[in-house]
């Protein structure tokens, strides 16, 4: 860690911050410039609390140099994470196609779709439950019945399940959910993080809108903080100035995840966009920058879906789009499925 | 609402859209262009579902014209809302500073914060019980005792206070706090909002990072919906390219806030800007704007704290900064405390 | 065209606004709502300046159906472009890669770099001679001798070369130059650009940090206009909160530029992350998600690099990059160089 | 500068980059860290090239501690910069109200608007000739005939010109031009800049959409190190992802620019939000910010506007809008005009 003193302090002041930094518990080394006093802090720092060196008036800056996490960093665990999931297999060149619609909507829907795109290539089910919905007029999904439904759909069809959590409360109703889902609004929902540390499920970790990497990352290490180590990155688009998609996807985000972290990262083309015809050259984008997965929507009527439909490709589409994405896959190296 | 069709959509087709929208309850007008044919949708167009209509494969796009909240929208309800707090009122001409620290650590420094800063004119006590912090290693504030030592510093001050919730569980606890916060994390964690639309508590509900007003509109309409009434609006920054601020204070959304909806609007220029000497001139320009309070950090002894020193001002520095507020506060017309 | 007048506009009020714009020399259709009046602007709107309406004191909002630009409208001209360089193409199923140095900065490291990157597979050869440079301080191009260096460089290898326009006084210097670059900070220079369409040398245009898509397309019809079809777009990144990378490459820019559009687009993976690690990633997800080309930085000694050298790979780099480009090139049914 | 190495560098090449440092005239000195060297530079770092350093293989991050900018810098200029225009001042205490039509349409126009303006407070009459427009459909101004009408209204007013240069090949028509306006667009467009620096004229320099405020000052000292100190920065706001307003007035990069800069600052609220009723709260909040200025647009008929119509205000407007101005600069001890 690089502290920055402010321009011109005191040579007492500058004394002053150092052994107050050095009762912290590390080693200050110091620098004097022309104007500027700078010590460079040498030991564990992890344990250095940022905010409160930056909090010193004395201080202008803190500059970390060790990235924050541990759990999640692949400095400490340079072997790809290989995340498995009834039997199935993602990271460590594994790739997982989990598509379904956004919402579940009633038992003919999910089993249908589910075999289609099951059919079709893909390893796991997803579909929507307890829907964050902007508008509190809008449908919040089917809730305990739409998972009563998705666990229906996974014992007819053998795929496993993934769905977002919305509440720590709602946890009980989650017991035979193969993959927990955080959405993206809820990625710096600490309380709920924790609680879902203290279980050994999977969960897939979906990026805040206006998160960056390294917050992403930290997200993570809440969960595996809590003993938790089975975590699924996901990039799903960031909030940017471009109105032409409903969010950017940030494409350089899967190689920097990929070199930072050892847990798989996949892919939601669907949301990022929020255009059906852009899935597929996202995902092939996707592949070839290294996702483990994509998450993809498929609805079977997506002229009635209940939510989302835009975004949503019929069962036929997902058949003519899994065949580009089969074949990159290959190309990289990886299995599918 | 206006829906666009694709260009070159058959008259069939046409014809079977527009059906199937009226079938809505909303009467379809229909302005055939020279390629594109464009729908007026007229009568109650709340309850139709925009993003169900832009899922049909012949719809190039849906523009809203009514706003999407009716609680919260001063269309509907012309006069300002005065939220009333043990005694105190903001809105409609009353002005509110809250202050205090960022995280309360011990009784000693809860209530001589209390003292100094109501000797300073502010009206209202803020400090965090429950604290979001990035890193799951860092402090995550005192939770239950924080509160308990809160109401401590009411009880020996009089003020009323203010204070985070961050997840649903842990309302029990707050049966005494006169104001819930609802953090910029938690804008969209809408299970903890509809929990608090059952409660009667004044709500201050802060602007996600990345959220827009509209987003934060829709998010006190789930608290009002819920029939709660009593919500404060709070723009602390957004997130953009600028590194020089933590945030970026959108100054705009006070008049916008105040124009589309009858509700308080208060400034939190600590988080905003995150820098201590930006915290006068950011107050001002907010009351300037038309901010109906602020929030403001201070903290007895910044160096020390335990979590965002940098952006707390000293009770001395406080002293200083509301004399400039005061005097503004006045020449816009309105009643401080 | 679709113009939304204000809420409660007075009905004498609406017919004035009616007949203003039907003066215009287009149909003018009424939609009557509850609470609002709309009107459908039937005819070439492409003449109606939508400001000016937005102007009027009684209208909300305008929301413009056909795109604003013809020239670079794939609708007008549905086959691919295909812009000659030289005997090279680029578009139409043609794939080029253009490699050089950040800046030329003497005769033998651009012959040099020539002479690999050629022998890599690249089909022109890029390299600064006139660098914007954020610091006036800073090393700002070779400027006239560059052009020249980068002429003896084309002589010696046959490429076709590439290099960076700043001001249209310096255009004479340009006449041997087979691709103009308008970087970035100039895409909207309009003078700039009104210039360059006179000419008619084939102009890489470059996306602005923060300019929309729909922007980038205007930008390049300021060009077309002028009479000069021969325009190659350029993604290269925007500005976003994000600090892992100097710019977020916009993926999603490349199917969606293509769909709008007819131009050939390349992308600038060097520029976009600033990272040389992030090349090789982000040039396959550029291709599998449809791109004609890629701009690329190579530099023979980027410790010594007097610009950009952290992005810059060598030629060794280069040549090992390479390999995945050819073959995903391949993959896509594209015809190298 | 801190220079911050790859982790597990080896000794060897930890020396390498030592000696290389070295070699730039400045002071090195080295701190060993666990896992990672830090290397502290001493001396005159202004004329170290960051990027140059970055690029060496062997170097994680650079991170400068000196401002990159001189002349514009507070630090080596304590003293408020008072800009003098034909008689007026601005800066230091002064405020300027810069007033007038978004483009000068006829001389009827620009003198009626000018004379309004000039009764209601305004010190400068601004205007423009040369109009950068997104489409080059729109309207581009009068160029040099607008000139023309601007020196007219000059003429019979006496209020100093404020105008917008889009070419440096212009410059022989902006000779009795008093303030020559750098737009947005072209706030990096060096080779202009550098041309303005040449000359003695008032340059209002604009914050580009997407620039940060240290590439404001960065484009400043362009200018002044040309050898022309008269520069006024401007804050017009910035792009986001709010859609509310047509961009984000970032309130705080006034307080921040009078910190780290001498130069005056204005702000332009009628184009940051592109929107008439945010005029007033907007300039107010300005004031209250610390701005030393406005600019503002005031078309005598908006409806006709041929540009940018939707965000000017009528003289009466203005007329109205410049009480409350009078009153903030008043209490802020600055004197109008």
Known sequence: MIVVLKQNTQKEQVEEVKNWIGEMGVQVHMIEGLHTT????IGDTSKVDMEQIQSNPNVE???RIQEPYKNANRKFHPNDTV????GLKIGGGHFQVIAGPCSVECEEQITEVARRVKAAGAGM???GAFKPRTSPYAFQGLRAEGIELLLKAKRVTGMPIVTEIMSAEHLPLFEEVDVIQVG???MQNFELLKMLGKTNKPILLKRGLANTIEELLMSAE???AGGNPNVILCERGIRTFETATRNTLDISAIPI???LSHLPVVVDPSHAAGITWLVEPLSKAAIAAGADGLIIEVHNNPKKALSDGAQSLTPDDFDSV???ICRLVDAEGKILG
């Open 38 to 41: 700078v010590f460079g802090l």
């Open 184 to 186: 993206a609004r809820n």
């Open 125 to 127: 089910l997803r579909g």
């Open 83 to 86: 995340v498995e999931i009834g």
């Open 61 to 63: 800056s803190v500059k």
């Open 222 to 224: 809440y969960i595996m």
């Open 322 to 324: 899994m065949k580009p």
């Open 257 to 259: 995840l990929k070199r």
